[in-house]
């Protein structure tokens, strides 16, 4: 079967082709890929190409398909595996594979296993650790953003408390403590924002800061304060650029208490040092933001480490029992993804999209890996009453949906190279 894929040779070396599949193997799946949605991560991995740690040290010889938050439907299942997985069922994959012994992963490693294209191979590590996973959600779109929310989950859960008087730890975040997002508005800051109002554990008050007040006001729209209210939290957003002393200010929030969960969004030394300034006694730091530079450093607080019990921790993805919560909470409806995406794209401008990625402002870029299409933002379409996928999106306040979804895969022009 050809295929039509975004494959990297090297350090920004991203090329659109199509090429010949091999038959599967009797331990391999063939499958559709139907959404991708872009992650920081790959554009890190562009930029970095055979250096990265996924990244196969001959991959301008044996290139890469990118792409890891993917959803598609299941093709053709080889021997070993036709008790578990069926032709026709939806799927997403745990690209987290955490291999014992080496670091590959969907999107960085494998040859034909990557969200970036129309069809792929899944390479047996996806399902020898139980990686791929059956989705039944109404559009594929979610089924793309269900990776990113597992990551969230995960970090939440790595937070951890001293049960008093022991050494002991109680996993997860505090329930009715107080939480901040430093530097949350960008998807993934969007995505932990929705899980903190309607995942497992609640906080009393959660915090969200960034720098530009154009996003603030974006991203309190997405989740205003009464949305918080419901889920019994108070919702703040601060824009510490306004802020002379902005750990000062935040501490102010919570009566000088401090905080007890602190989650960085952004690999920015000004930030960590921030959270650290601002935990609370037997409070935990989550450094989400994965860092570029090997040497990042910032400066911590030892002595609240050793006297007041401060925890650090760094989460880099989710694992499957993640995936599977997240799974459920987009299927059951109770987080709504739909608010993250914030421009859609055919296979054709992935490329671009990918190397571009932190310049373009929004929230997730989600590829439709059969069409081609240029990039659009949501407002742009929203803008152009010329549109056909104007009204749908109007309809929907502004926010992607199936029912546009639907539209672009009956519609839009099929990609061709």
Request: with cysteine.
């Given at each position: 079967?050809?295929?039509?894929?975004?494959?990297?040779?090297?350090?920004?070396?991203?090329?659109?082709?199509?090429?010949?599949?091999p038959?599967?193997?009797?331990?391999?799946?063939?499958?559709?890929v139907v959404?991708?949605?872009l992650?920081?991560?790959?554009?890190?991995?562009?930029?970095?190409?055979?250096?990265?740690?996924?990244?196969?040290?001959?991959?301008a010889?044996?290139?890469?398909?990118?792409?890891?938050?993917?959803?598609?439907?299941?093709?053709?299942?080889?021997?070993?595996?036709?008790?578990?997985?069926?032709?026709?069922?939806?799927?997403?994959?745990?690209?987290?594979?955490?291999?014992?012994?080496?670091p590959?992963?969907?999107?960085?490693?494998?040859?034909?296993?990557?969200?970036?294209?129309?069809?792929?191979?899944?390479?047996?590590?996806?399902?020898?650790q139980?990686c791929?996973?059956e989705?039944?959600?109404?559009?594929?779109?979610?089924?793309?953003l269900?990776?990113?929310?597992?990551?969230?989950?995960?970090?939440?859960?790595?937070?951890?408390?001293?049960?008093?008087?022991?050494?002991?730890?109680?996993?997860g975040?505090?329930?009715?403590?107080?939480?901040?997002i430093?530097?949350?508005?960008?998807?993934?800051?969007?995505?932990?924002?929705?899980y903190?109002?309607?995942?497992?554990?609640?906080?009393?008050?959660l915090?969200?800061?960034?720098?530009?007040?154009?996003?603030?006001?974006?991203?309190?729209?997405?989740y205003?304060?009464?949305e918080?209210?419901?889920?019994?939290?108070?919702?703040?957003?601060?824009?510490?650029g306004?802020?002379?002393n902005?750990?000062?200010?935040?501490?102010?929030?919570?009566?000088?208490?401090?905080?007890?969960?602190?989650?960085?969004?952004?690999?920015?030394?000004?930030?960590?040092?921030?959270?650290?300034?601002?935990?609370?006694?037997?409070?935990c730091?989550?450094?989400?933001?994965?860092?570029?530079n090997?040497?990042f450093?910032a400066?911590i607080?030892?002595?609240?480490?050793?006297?007041?019990?401060?925890?650090?921790?760094?989460t880099?993805?989710?694992?499957?029992?993640d995936?599977?919560?997240?799974?459920?909470?987009?299927?059951?409806?109770?987080?709504?993804?739909?608010?993250?995406?914030?421009h859609v794209?055919?296979l054709?401008d992935?490329?671009?999209?990918t190397?571009?990625?932190?310049?373009?402002?929004?929230?997730?870029?989600?590829?439709?890996?059969?069409?081609?299409?240029?990039?659009?933002?949501?407002?742009e379409?929203?803008?152009?009453?010329?549109?056909?996928?104007?009204?749908?999106?109007?309809?929907?306040?502004?926010?992607w949906?199936?029912?546009?979804?639907?539209?672009?895969?009956a519609?839009?022009?099929?990609?061709?190279?």
């Amino acid at each position: 079967m050809k295929t039509t894929g975004l494959r990297m040779y090297g350090q920004k070396d991203l090329r659109l082709e199509t090429f010949e599949l091999p038959e599967i193997k009797d331990d391999e799946i063939l499958a559709s890929v139907v959404t991708d949605s872009l992650c920081m991560s790959s554009w890190k991995a562009a930029n970095q190409g055979e250096n990265h740690k996924k990244v196969p040290d001959n991959v301008a010889e044996n290139p890469i398909l990118l792409g890891h938050e993917f959803c598609g439907e299941i093709l053709e299942v080889g021997s070993k595996w036709q008790g578990k997985y069926k032709k026709g069922e939806k799927y997403v994959v745990q690209a987290n594979l955490q291999l014992k012994d080496r670091p590959d992963c969907p999107g960085y490693t494998f040859p034909y296993t990557g969200g970036d294209a129309t069809y792929i191979i899944l390479a047996k590590e996806v399902m020898e650790q139980d990686c791929l996973l059956e989705y039944n959600g109404e559009s594929y779109f979610e089924g793309s953003l269900i990776e990113p929310l597992s990551c969230v989950i995960g970090a939440f859960k790595a937070n951890y408390h001293l049960i008093q008087g022991t050494y002991d730890h109680e996993m997860g975040i505090k329930k009715d403590g107080n939480l901040i997002i430093l530097g949350g508005t960008g998807p993934m800051g969007y995505l932990a924002i929705d899980y903190a109002l309607h995942g497992p554990i609640q906080p009393k008050k959660l915090v969200v800061t960034g720098r530009s007040q154009e996003k603030i006001d974006l991203v309190e729209k997405l989740y205003p304060k009464e949305e918080g209210k419901k889920a019994g939290v108070e919702l703040i957003y601060v824009n510490t650029g306004e802020e002379e002393n902005p750990a000062d200010a935040l501490n102010q929030l919570v009566a000088g208490n401090g905080y007890d969960d602190v989650f960085v969004f952004a690999p920015v030394q000004q930030l960590v040092e921030q959270g650290s300034a601002i935990l609370a006694t037997d409070g935990c730091f989550n450094f989400f933001a994965g860092p570029q530079n090997t040497d990042f450093k910032a400066a911590i607080n030892f002595y609240d480490i050793h006297y007041r019990y401060t925890h650090y921790v760094g989460t880099s993805g989710g694992n499957t029992e993640d995936m599977r919560e997240a799974v459920k909470l987009i299927e059951e409806k109770k987080v709504n993804v739909q608010k993250i995406v914030s421009h859609v794209l055919g296979l054709n401008d992935a490329k671009k999209t990918t190397l571009q990625l932190p310049d373009i402002p929004g929230g997730k870029k989600l590829i439709y890996t059969h069409k081609d299409m240029p990039i659009k933002s949501l407002d742009e379409i929203m803008k152009d009453t010329s549109n056909p996928l104007h009204e749908i999106v109007k309809k929907y306040d502004g926010l992607w949906s199936k029912e546009a979804e639907d539209y672009v895969l009956a519609n839009e022009k099929e990609i061709q190279v």
